[in-house]
């Protein structure tokens, strides 16, 4: 075996070719137009893009697309590569779900540390007033890079656990497209490169959002992260795709809609959102691109365009991008809550639909993100109305959290903490919401500290805790071993304390008169306490997270054997084998009852016998 | 072929087909964005462009699509002859579009970095045109595997989603055409 045998090897050198290549191409067009050769900007554009194209046919996700062109035959091969290694299938192109999902999940948690560290470094620099270390454009390209960072992790977390339990918990053998699931997962390999690179060509100073006109004239970075975004996006958008039309057509007989898992609803209204708003998002960052490029006057004032427009296209994908990180991970909570409680999910269906009344609801509120951006004055009640109407399936969601704990015989294991601790965290993001959407409070709380308090607790309730939470329920089942249960309580107990400190104490500061995105701020503010209390909060959040990867990586060796189902789940996935078999329920699956009827007697969700009872 | 193998095809075939129209959901909002963005910036008005041009151009990519019909029925019915020849008018007529938008729209008065109105224009004609050569080259692969005896009446499903891709695209232009061409009141 040599090392070129790697998928991500060959890749990672054909992504270096693809961009010399590039770049290359770009001063022989120019020259042959008889331009000066060198222009930066275009050049790092298009190698940047050739690059990660490169990378794609290097690592191997389009042979099958090019065999398929020149008419031969591609059947999909099951199982570990032959003749190598069978952990070599997670350094290239494998179509087994179960693979990608551990592909997405390790790329999520690399990205989830690069995005800490960074965080770290600014939270210390405001840790007291006055500069220390930091450079002020430094400090907003390390604050733009620790968001995306961030929502990059979280997409790809999403991705990671959507991938691996969907087909499971349906009862399917894997994903509808498994060629397209693996494109989809290894475009974001380059593509985090190129967003790495961003940080190394001048950085990009204009905060996560990328507003023109600062966005229009930032350094050379903005254009590589704006060619990052786009491959995200591209990927987001695929694997959507792929996860929308898996669910509906892929479920085991007896399978309706309404008795598919919890999760897989909220994977659903996630995916379609997803699908659709991305391509806004991506749409916004070209045109800018091509504003820098060609001078393409979108944005321009002085050439009759308006800024304003970017921030509606901008926001009508990222406000609903908050209900793609949150739906996955409050359908966890839903997923794991009646486990732990042994009593059925209260309001199943409402808990449903609630999901997709807030996808759909989500594309009805972007404006909230512009009260102060001079947009026309009479958008903006409608905006607040619409906005706040999300409240309500989201207090739906939360009613039926309560009922279902109300009477429950509860167990306290790690997973359960976390999703304890993703309630209490979500109540903190969900109260300090309706604030920001109102226009009276928001045009004084708009781009303060308030708002960093509370959208950091939206993501730690409906992503943060949740993840944590699915890491440790579903960790048996990827291994086959138990985590250290007093390093997993450890890791709650330190977290979530320090997480509400940390959330308040931003809101807090920003009520006081802490701005967004500056490196430093006046002491007359009388706010250094707080700030400091925030930055050692932080840091002991990032020391938490360090104990559970710790746990993990050493309990999948050394950990204790899982038994078959320690959770005494109703789910399919418990019903086999852990790790699971490269074939999911190789005797088929039916389901034969409601999803969670926990302590009610002789009830059954699944047939894992279809096969052998003769159909 | 089995029969066995039939079904799996056809279940197969089932989720291409949503796949597809899911991936189709997807552009529209892309394009949709490109329009919405027309009426922010141009609001009730539009450059000058020439009309007999937007009409000729127009007028090709409509009649393309009646050929890639023609192609999808003619190898549901294993009429190959008739499949290849219409792969190829409807790849030709693709070709001469392109030719009207990129030889001569865009070698008009209007250039990219002329203000919103050549920013928008060659915005949205760029990424039409863009689709419309992925639609040329996907045909022109299509056309290549029939040349070799690919596709059948029973199994064409790379012909139908090369087809529906393609009048996808038309019907994109059959909005781009009147938001760019025929709304508001002309300026110069
Ligand atoms: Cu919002």
Redesign the pocket.
Same mark, same amino acid.
């Given at each position: 075996m040599t090392v070129l045998s790697l998928g991500i090897v060959r890749g990672l050198a054909a992504q270096i070719v693809g961009t010399a290549l590039g770049m290359g191409l770009v001063v022989l067009v120019r020259v042959l137009m008889g331009l000066h050769a060198w222009e930066a900007e275009p050049a790092t554009v298009v190698g940047a893009m050739l690059g990660t194209i490169f990378f794609m046919i290097g690592v191997g996700s389009m042979n099958d697309w090019f065999r398929w062109a020149r008419g031969e035959a591609t059947p999909i091969h099951h199982g570990p590569p032959e003749g190598r290694p069978s952990w070599t299938r997670y350094f290239g192109v494998d179509y087994s779900h179960k693979v990608i999902g551990i592909q997405y999940g390790v790329t999520a948690i690399l990205l989830l540390l690069t995005g800490g560290a960074l965080a770290s470094i600014f939270r210390v620099e405001l840790a007291e007033a006055g500069r220390q270390f930091l450079d002020p454009a430094v400090f907003n390209t390390m604050i733009g890079m620790h968001g995306w960072g961030m929502i990059i992790s979280i997409l790809l977390g999403i991705a990671a656990f959507a991938n691996y339990l969907i087909p499971l918990l349906i009862g399917a053998s894997d994903m509808a497209f498994p060629r397209l699931n693996s494109w989809a997962f290894w475009l974001n390999v380059p593509a985090a490169l190129v967003f790495l690179t961003s940080m190394f060509v001048g950085g990009w100073d204009t905060g996560w959002t990328a507003y023109p006109p600062l966005s229009a004239r930032a350094p050379l970075g903005m254009q590589l992260y704006f060619v990052a975004v786009f491959f995200f996006g591209i990927s987001s958008i695929v694997g959507a795709l792929n996860l929308i039309a898996t669910i509906l057509l892929l479920r085991a007989p007896g399978m309706s809609l309404f008795r598919m898992p919890i999760f897989a609803w909220g994977v659903l209204a996630t995916s379609i959102i997803a699908l659709t708003a991305t391509q806004l998002i991506a749409l916004s960052f070209i045109m800018v691109m091509m504003q820098r490029l060609l001078g393409m006057g979108f944005f321009d004032p002085a050439q009759g365009g308006n800024p304003i427009l970017f921030q509606h296209l901008f926001w009508f994908y990222s =406000?609903p991008a %908050?209900y793609i990180f949150v739906l996955p991970g409050l359908g966890v909570i839903s997923e794991i809550l009646p486990v732990f409680c042994r009593k059925p999910l209260f309001g199943y269906k409402w808990v449903a639909l609630s999901s997709i009344a807030i996808a759909l609801a989500g594309f009805l %509120?972007w404006a =909230? =993100?512009m009260f102060t951006s001079g947009m026309a004055s009479f958008l903006r009640v409608p905006f607040m109305f619409s906005t706040l109407l999300v409240a309500v399936p989201t207090g739906v969601k939360f009613f039926s959290w309560v009922a279902t704990i109300w009477g429950g015989k509860l167990t306290f294991p790690t997973p359960m903490l976390f999703v304890l601790g993703a309630l209490s965290v979500f109540l903190i993001g969900g109260l300090s919401g309706p604030p920001n959407g109102i226009v009276t409070t928001d045009l004084f709380l708009h781009d303060t500290y308030w708002i960093v308090g509370h959208f950091h607790a939206t993501m730690f309730g409906g992503f943060v805790f949740p993840f944590f939470a699915a890491m440790y329920y579903w960790f048996p089942k990827l291994t086959g071993r138990m985590y250290n249960e007093r390093l997993g309580q450890l890791h709650f107990w330190l977290m979530t304390p320090a997480f509400w400190i940390q959330s308040l104490g931003q809101m807090r500061v920003g009520l006081l008169g802490m701005r967004r995105r500056i490196v430093d701020y006046d002491p007359a503010l009388g706010i250094e306490g707080g700030q400091l209390a925030v930055t050692i909060a932080g840091l002991v959040i990032g020391l938490s997270v360090l104990i559970m990867l710790v746990n993990l990586v050493y309990s999948a060796r050394r950990g204790r054997v899982a038994e078959r189902n320690p959770w005494n789940s109703r789910s399919p996935e418990w019903q086999i084998p852990s790790p699971v078999p490269e074939v999911n329920y190789p005797d088929g699956l039916q389901v034969i009852g409601e999803p969670y009827d926990y302590g009610l007697p002789d009830s059954r969700y699944v047939n894992l016998q279809v096969a052998a009872a003769g159909e | 072929m089995s029969s066995e193998s039939l079904a799996s095809y056809k279940a197969q075939l089932k989720a291409n087909r949503l796949g597809l129209w899911l991936f189709f959901a997807s552009e529209s909002f892309m394009f949709g964005g490109l329009l919405a963005a027309r009426f922010y910036l141009w609001g009730n008005t539009r450059p000058d462009l020439d009309q007999l041009l937007g009409l000729i151009v127009t007028s090709i990519l409509l009649l393309s699509s009646f050929f890639m019909n023609r192609a999808e029925s003619a190898i549901a019915h294993d009429d190959r002859k008739t499949f290849l020849n219409s792969l190829l008018i409807t790849a030709a007529l693709g070709l001469l579009f392109l030719v009207g938008v990129v030889g001569f729209e865009w070698q008009g008065h209007l250039k990219p970095w002329d203000g919103v109105y050549g920013a928008v224009l060659f915005g949205m004609t760029g990424l039409h045109a863009l689709h419309v050569f992925s639609g040329v080259i996907i045909i022109l692969l299509i056309w290549n595997r029939g040349r070799k005896g690919g596709f059948s009446a029973e199994r064409h499903w790379g012909v139908e989603a090369c087809a529906i891709y393609w009048h996808f695209v038309d019907v994109v232009w059959v909005f781009f055409y009147p938001a760019l061409y025929l709304l508001g009141l002309p300026v110069s």
């Open positions: =406000h %908050v %509120v =909230h =993100h | -």
